[in-house]
C-alpha cells in the first residue's frame, strides 16, 4: 500500500528516523507538490518545533510518548472546522484575513495529544460550499492522480496532501460528503462518524444544526480506525455520545443498492465496483439483500433540500455578523440571500424531513445490518466543473447531487458512512464504494472495510515523505 500514518509512527518510535527528519520530509514535498494547490497555508517553524517537541519527549518521557499513536505524525488541519490554535482559518474565503488564530478547538486538543505535529491548513472550497475545492483566493487544489480533475471537495485539499505522500492523514470535515467525496476522488479511506461521536465543541462553530461531522482522510482503514477511536467519544453536546456497540463478526445482512435511478444515474464500472463489493463479502458468507432505488429516493430528495435549507441559512447568519459578503464569491453571496429568503416555516419542514429521513433508514436497518452503494456517479471531474462565478444555488447544488447522489444523506440522518477505492477505471482513477450501517457501528464499517481493502484492488501511487524504504 506504499505505507500509512500507522507505518510513519511506528518507524518514528522504533528510531528509523525522528519526528524533526518526519516533518522535514513533509515540508520538502510540500514544496514539490506546491502545483497541486493542495496547502493554502504552511507554516514550517510551527511544524519543526512541534516536531522537536516530541523527540524532546521521546527521550525525556517514553511511556508517554509511547502512549500517543500517531506521536511524531507530520499532519494538516482544514481550512475550514477546528479550529487548530496559531492556524488562522480563513474558510477559503476574502472575508476573514489570515492573522492570530483561535484556541484549539476539543478535537483540535485530541490531535496534539495524539501526537500529530501541525504545519498548516489544506485548501477548501469558500465555506465548504462545493464538491471542488477551486477557491477564488486560491489555489485551485488538482487531484495528484490526474491534476486535470478535481480533488474532490470541500476536503480536497487534504486529500490531496494525503495521496500525494506529503502527510499520511490529514484532518477533515464533512457536512455533505466532503470527507468522504474526496478520499473516494483521490483513493483514500474517509468516513463520516455517527452523529455526536466526535466532539464539535467549544464554540460549536461548524455545527450546522448537527449535519457536519470532523475526522480525517487516510490512506488506510487500520488508520481510521485508530484516529477514531482516539478522538471519539465525551464530545460534550449537544447530542448524547452513541452507546459503543460491538462488532458482529457473524453472517450480516448486506444491503446492495448499485443503482442510483436515471434522474442521477451511475456510470457502469461504478456500479460494476459496488457489485464486485457485494459478492466479496457474499463469499464470506454474508447475505447480499438488493435493495432499489424506489426505496432511497425521497430521502435523498429530502436530504439534498434539508443541506441546502440548513447551510444557506447558515451563511446568511454568519455574514449578517458584520462581515462585508460583498467581498464573497458569487455563489457564496447567492448562498446568503437563498438563506435570508427562507421562512421559518419552511426550515422547520425541512429539519422536520429531517428527522423522517432517519427514521427511514432506521427501518431499512431493521431489514440489513449495512448497506453497501456508490459513492460518486463518475470519475473525478474536470478542473471547473463547479465554478463559483455565477449565482445559481439549484444549478450548483443539481451538480453536487448528480456527481455524489448518496452523499447528504449519511450527514442528514447522522448514520456513519465509510469510503474505500474497491479497483480503478481505465483511466486509473480510483473506483470507490461506500458503506452505511446504523449508528454506534462505525467497528462494522470498518470491519467490513478492511475485509474489502485486504483485496488489495487499490494501490497508492505516491508514497508517504520521510517514510523509509
Request: glycine letters at 10%; charged letters at 20%.
Amino acid at each position: 500500500m506504499r505505507g500509512d500514518a500507522t507505518d510513519l509512527a511506528a518507524a518514528i518510535r522504533g528510531g528509523s528516523l525522528s519526528a524533526a527528519e518526519a516533518m522535514q520530509a513533509s515540508l520538502a514535498a510540500a514544496a514539490r507538490q506546491e502545483p497541486l494547490g493542495a496547502i493554502t497555508y504552511l507554516d514550517a517553524a510551527m511544524g519543526l518545533a512541534s516536531a522537536d517537541d516530541r523527540d524532546r519527549e521521546r527521550q525525556g518521557d517514553a511511556d508517554r510518548f509511547a502512549a500517543r499513536p500517531f506521536a511524531g505524525v507530520p499532519t494538516l488541519a482544514k481550512d475550514l472546522g477546528g479550529p487548530f490554535a496559531g492556524l488562522p482559518v480563513t474558510a477559503g474565503s476574502r472575508l476573514f484575513e489570515r492573522k492570530g488564530g483561535e484556541a484549539d478547538s476539543d478535537l483540535a486538543a485530541r490531535f496534539r495529544d495524539a501526537g500529530f505535529c501541525l504545519f498548516g491548513l489544506t485548501t477548501s472550497p469558500e465555506f465548504g460550499l462545493s464538491l471542488a475545492s477551486e477557491p477564488a483566493i486560491g489555489p485551485i487544489c488538482r487531484n495528484p492522480l490526474d491534476p486535470a480533475r478535481t480533488a474532490g471537495g470541500s476536503s480536497g485539499g487534504a486529500a490531496a496532501a494525503v495521496a500525494a505522500g506529503i502527510v499520511a492523514i490529514a484532518h477533515a470535515t464533512d457536512a455533505g460528503g466532503s470527507i468522504r467525496v474526496p478520499a473516494a476522488c483521490c483513493g483514500l479511506v474517509g468516513m463520516k462518524p455517527t452523529r455526536g461521536a466526535i466532539p464539535g465543541g467549544p464554540s460549536f462553530g461548524n455545527h450546522l444544526a448537527g449535519i457536519a461531522s470532523e475526522l480525517a482522510v487516510c490512506r488506510s482503514v487500520r488508520d481510521t480506525a485508530l484516529i477514531f477511536d482516539r478522538l471519539a467519544g465525551k464530545s460534550r453536546g449537544p447530542f448524547p455520545d452513541p452507546s459503543p456497540v460491538d462488532n458482529d463478526n457473524g453472517r450480516l445482512r448486506i444491503g446492495l443498492l448499485a443503482d442510483t435511478g436515471s434522474i442521477y444515474p451511475t456510470e457502469s464500472d461504478r456500479r460494476a465496483a459496488v457489485e464486485d463489493a457485494a459478492r466479496a463479502l457474499e463469499s464470506d458468507g454474508h447475505l447480499i439483500v438488493p435493495l432499489s432505488w424506489a426505496e432511497f429516493e425521497w430521502s435523498v430528495t429530502s436530504s439534498g433540500r434539508a443541506f441546502a435549507d440548513i447551510v444557506s441559512v447558515n451563511l446568511a447568519a454568519l455574514i449578517e455578523a458584520a462581515l462585508d459578503d460583498s467581498r464573497a464569491e458569487p455563489l457564496t453571496q447567492a448562498f446568503a440571500v437563498r438563506g435570508r429568503a427562507i421562512s421559518a416555516t419552511s426550515l422547520w419542514n425541512s429539519l422536520n424531513d429531517a428527522v423522517l429521513v432517519s427514521r427511514n433508514l432506521w427501518a431499512l436497518f431493521d431489514r440489513v445490518d449495512c448497506i453497501l452503494m456508490p459513492m460518486l456517479s463518475s470519475a473525478p471531474l474536470v478542473i471547473g466543473s463547479f465554478p463559483s462565478d455565477h449565482a445559481d444555488t439549484d444549478l450548483h447544488l443539481e451538480r453536487m447531487t448528480a456527481f455524489a447522489p448518496l452523499a447528504c444523506l449519511a450527514n442528514i440522518s447522522g448514520f456513519p458512512a465509510l469510503t474505500l477505492p474497491f479497483g480503478q477505471d481505465e483511466h486509473a482513477m480510483p473506483l470507490p464504494v461506500q458503506i452505511m450501517a446504523p449508528m454506534g457501528h462505525e467497528p462494522r464499517l470498518l470491519s467490513l472495510a478492511a475485509r474489502l481493502e485486504a483485496e488489495g484492488r487499490w494501490q497508492h501511487r505516491f508514497p508517504v515523505a520521510g517514510l523509509p524504504s
